[in-house]
DNA sequence: GCCCTAGGTGTTAGCGCTAACAGTTAGAAA
DNA sequence: TTTCTAACTGTTAGCGCTAACACCTAGGGC
C-alpha cells in the first residue's frame, strides 16, 4: 500500500480540538446523550459540519460490539418471490436503524449457507436472516453460531430458530376448492422441483382437498418454477386434453409456459381447461388470460422476520422460537370457468 | 445492556495462549504470512479448530482501513433489471472476497442517494456501486465523500465517476431497425418516464433510426415501466389500428401490457401490428405471441462495474474515469412481422 | 573464533471509538 | 455557612486486531 497523498478523514479528536472541548463530549453529542449543555452541543456541531466529519461505525461497532448491521443469506435474487422478500427484508431493517449485508447463492446447499452464515459471523453482524426455501439450506440453521439470533424465511424447521413464511398448504387449498367449487370434476398439478419446502407445501395442500372431497388424484407434474417447465408441462397436458379440465400450478411463471403451450395447442383458456397460478407477480394480471392466483405478500414476510429478528437481538436473550405465517389471498381473474 | 451469560466467544489471544504461541504469531497463520513454521502453523491451526475461533473482522478493519465491504445503492430491486444486476455485483463482489451492503430506496432523489452514500461511508465501505438509472440520483455522484472510490451504473456522467451500461442507444436501433427492414412505414414508440437515462437513450436510439431514413416521427406514447401503463397506451394505439403498424415498447412488462389490450381490442399480433420490447426478461419467450426484444446481459454490467470498482480500490489512487458499454442483442421471436 | 544474514518469533503501540469513572461547577437543602 | 446533589465535562482504559520493530537462533563465509 503506498502512502495516500490526500489527507486522511477528520476523526473525533479533530473536531474536539476544534471545537474546544474532549472528544468524549463530542461522542456525547453524537450519542444523544442528555448531559450536554446546549451551547456546547451546538458548538460540536458546527465543528462537525466545518471538518465534515462522519464518525467510524466499524471503531463503534468494536467497542460496543454492536454493528448495526443484518446479513441475508439467500438464492437467485433474481427471481420474483426472493427479491421481493430481500427487499421487504432490506426497507424494514434501515427502517430499524440497521444495515443489511447480503450473500446471493448461486447453489443452495448445506455447506455453502453455511459458508455464508460463517462469513457474515466473521463480519460482525448482530443477526442473521436465511432465506431457506429448500430442505437442505433449512438444515444449515442446525449449526448456527452460538448465540447468533437468527430466522429463517419459507423455510421448515422444528423449534432451532423462528420461521416466517406464508402459508403455503392454505394457498394451495384455496386454489384447489375453488377449482372444485367451479364444478371440476379433479384438480391437476404442475408442482414446484422436489426439495422444495413451496411445493411440498402445495402438493401438501392440493392433495388434502382432493383427498376431502372425495375426488381422484391424479398424477402430478413437475417442473423447476421456469415458463420453460411449465411449457413442457402445458405441450403433456393438452395431449390429454379431454381428461384435463382444471390445473393448479406451483408458480405464476410456469403458468405463463402452459398458457403459452396451450394457445400453441388451440387449447382454450378458461374454456377446455381452467388454470390457478400461484405468486401473482406483476404480469399475471395481464396474462391472456389474465391469471387467477394466489397471491403472496412477500413484503409483509421480509418485515415481519426483521421484526422477530430484531426482538431477539435487542432482548438480548434467546427467546422462545415463533412460527410466524402470512396468509396467502386468493385473485380471481380470467383463467378458471366453471364446468 | 444486560450481562450476557454465556462464555464469550475466543479471540486471538485465546488461541494463542492454547497453542502456546503469540498473537501475532496466530494473525501471521491467517494472513498466509510465509515466515511461520509448519509445525507452529499446524499447532494454531488445530487451536484454531479447537476452540471455534473466528476472527473479528471488525477489529481488522479498524486497523487496516479496508473493510473489504462494497455499498451498493439501488431503486427498486424487485424489478427485474436491478434485481439481475445487483445479483451480478454482488456475485462478482464475493467472487473477489468482498462483502455487498445493500441500500434500495423507495423513490430515488439526490437527497436519499446522498444520504444512502453516506450511511455508506460511516459504515467503512471500500467503494461504493451506485445503480442510478435516472438523472436526478445520478447527480447525486457529484458530491461523493472525497476519495470514495464509485462506480455508476446505468447512470449518465461527465467525467466525475466511471459509468458501465448497457448501450441504449443502440438497443433502441436495433429495435426500431427491424421493424423498417420488415417493411413498416414508421414505428411507434411508448417509452418508459421523463428523467430515466434509460428512456431517454432509448428515445433517442428510436429517433435517430427514423430520422436517417427519412420517415416521419410519430408522436410519443409515456409509460411508467409496469404493465399497467403499457396496457393503457396499448388500448390508445388499438385505437388507431389502422395507422399504426410497427410499435418499439421501452420494455417488455409494457410490451406484456400492449399484447393484452390488443387481445382485448381484436388486434392480431403480428399481423396487424408487430412489437418489439426491451429487456428480454425470463417471461417474455412464453408470451403469446413470443416476443422479439432486446436482450441486456444485466449479469455483464454487475460484474464489469465490480471490476472497474476495485481496480480503482486497489491501486488506491484516483484512475481515469472510463465508460463501459455493455452490447445489447437483438432476439428475434415471434411478435414481429413483414408489412 | 568472528561477523553477517535470514528465518522465525515475541513485544509494543495504536487504529477510533465508547464505557466507566473522576473531577468540577453551581445551585438547593440543611 | 456547610453539605449534598445534579449537571456537565474530562481522563483513562481497552475493544481485537495488525504493523513495526526488536529479538533470538542457526548456519554460512571469512
Redesign the pocket.
Known amino acids: 500500500m503506498r502512502p495516500n497523498v490526500e489527507r ?1 478523514p477528520p ?3 479533530d473536531v474536539a480540538r476544534l471545537a ?6 463530542v ?2 453529542v ?2 444523544d446523550h ?4 446546549a451551547e ?1 452541543r451546538t458548538r460540536v456541531m458546527r465543528a462537525i459540519d466545518q471538518l465534515g466529519y462522519r ?2 461505525l466499524v ?2 461497532a ?3 460490539k454492536h454493528s448495526r448491521t443484518l446479513g441475508v443469506v439467500s438464492f437467485d435474487t433474481t427471481l420474483y418471490g426472493p427479491a421481493s422478500t430481500v427487499y421487504g427484508i432490506e426497507q424494514a431493517a434501515r427502517d430499524a436503524g440497521y444495515f443489511v449485508s447480503i450473500v446471493s447463492l448461486r447453489t443452495i446447499d448445506r455447506a455453502g449457507v453455511n459458508d455464508a452464515i460463517g462469513y457474515l459471523a466473521e463480519q460482525g453482524v448482530d443477526g442473521i436472516v436465511v432465506v431457506a426455501p429448500q430442505r437442505s439450506a433449512a438444515r444449515a440453521l442446525d449449526d448456527l453460531p452460538a448465540g447468533m439470533p437468527a430466522v429463517a424465511v419459507e423455510g421448515w424447521h422444528q423449534g432451532e430458530v423462528s420461521v416466517v413464511s406464508v402459508d403455503q398448504v392454505e394457498g394451495a387449498r384455496l386454489a384447489t376448492s375453488h377449482l372444485l367449487d367451479l364444478g371440476h370434476e379433479t384438480v391437476w398439478h404442475v408442482s414446484g422441483p422436489a426439495d422444495w419446502l413451496e411445493a411440498e407445501g402445495r402438493i401438501e395442500g392440493w392433495r388434502a382437498v382432493l383427498t376431502a372431497a372425495g375426488r381422484p388424484v391424479p398424477g402430478m407434474l413437475t417442473g423447476d418454477w421456469s415458463p420453460r417447465s411449465g411449457y413442457r408441462a402445458g405441450k403433456e397436458l393438452a395431449a390429454m386434453a379431454g381428461d384435463v379440465t382444471a390445473v393448479f400450478v406451483a408458480n405464476d411463471q410456469m403458468a405463463l409456459g402452459l398458457l403459452r403451450a396451450f394457445t400453441e395447442e388451440g387449447v382454450k383458456v378458461p374454456e377446455q381447461i381452467s388454470i390457478v397460478g400461484f405468486d401473482d407477480i406483476p404480469e399475471s394480471e395481464f396474462f391472456s388470460p389474465p391469471l387467477t392466483t394466489i397471491r403472496q405478500d412477500f413484503g409483509a414476510v421480509g418485515r415481519r422476520s426483521i421484526d422477530v429478528l430484531l426482538r431477539q437481538i435487542e432482548s438480548g436473550e434467546a427467546l422462545p422460537h415463533e412460527r410466524l405465517v402470512v396468509p396467502p389471498q386468493f385473485v380471481l381473474r380470467g383463467s378458471t370457468a366453471a364446468r
Chains 1, 2 share one sequence.
Open positions: 486522511r476523526v473525533m479528536a474546544g472541548v474532549s472528544h468524549q463530549t461522542s456525547r453524537l450519542n442528555p448531559n450536554v449543555r456546547t464518525r467510524n471503531a463503534r468494536l467497542v460496543t
